[in-house]
Nanobody
Framework: QVQLVESGGGLVQAGGSLRLSCAAS????????MGWFRQAPGKEREFVAR????????YAVDSVKGRFTISRDYAKNTVYLQMNSLKPEDTAIYYC????????????????WGQGTQVTVSS
């Protein structure tokens, strides 16, 4: 069992940056693939980025490649999403998730979820 708490969302102008954090409880942080997803109003939940259990491998959806970076800090049991050059279409609730299995981009394969943090990008 792991609990996830996101923070760092907010309102930012287009072109700006935000860093999302996701703090995980427990001592098994390194046994989970960690992912970030987002959901905009009226749209389906969308994969954003993931990082492997070892931290050696990351993957991001094409729409955020070159702008968003996922990383993890094992000492702090925290995963981050650095978001640069934000666009209005990045506006959504962002969720952190943990997956006990192999790295996946499919939301239904993730076992634990945070409550979400709102990101709003104004034009």
């Amino acid at each position: 069992q792991v609990q996830l708490v996101e923070s760092g969302g907010g309102l930012v102008q287009a072109g700006g940056s935000l860093r999302l954090s996701c703090a995980a409880s427990g001592r098994t942080f390194s046994t989970y693939t960690m992912g970030w997803f987002r959901q905009a109003p009226g749209k389906e939940r969308e994969f954003v980025a993931r990082i492997s259990k070892s931290g050696a491998t990351t993957y991001a959806v094409d729409s955020v490649k070159g702008r968003f970076t996922i990383s993890r800090d094992y000492a702090k049991n925290t995963v981050y999403l650095q978001m640069n050059s934000l666009k209005p279409e990045d506006t959504a609730i962002y969720y952190c998730a943990a997956d006990q299995g192999p790295s996946s981009s499919r939301w239904f394969e993730y076992d634990y979820w945070g409550q979400g943090t709102q990101v709003t990008v104004s034009s």
